[in-house]
């Protein structure tokens, strides 16, 4: 049997339809001491859709700089 990690419990949940992904944050918070979760719920809820990513311009900078990627 494979080990569960953090990460993959938290890469399986990022695989779950928005849906699902809202159920298990409800039952989530009704576990104790939900508040910390509540919290982290309600930051991802004001963020999204807002975040952006970079511009190709940006992208292509990054990718060519060789202190940042290393080449």
């Given at each position: 049997?494979?080990?569960t990690t953090y990460s993959s419990v938290l890469d399986a949940a990022r695989r779950l339809p928005i849906d699902a992904q809202?159920?298990?944050a409800v039952e989530l918070l009704k576990q104790p001491?939900?508040?910390r979760l509540?919290?982290?719920?309600?930051?991802v809820e004001g963020?999204?859709?807002?975040?952006?990513?970079?511009?190709?311009?940006t992208l292509r900078w990054v990718a060519e700089d060789e202190e940042l990627c290393g080449y």
């Open positions: 049997m494979a080990e809202h159920r298990l001491d939900a508040s509540a919290d982290a719920l309600a930051a963020t999204r859709g807002r975040m952006k990513l970079p511009d190709l311009e």
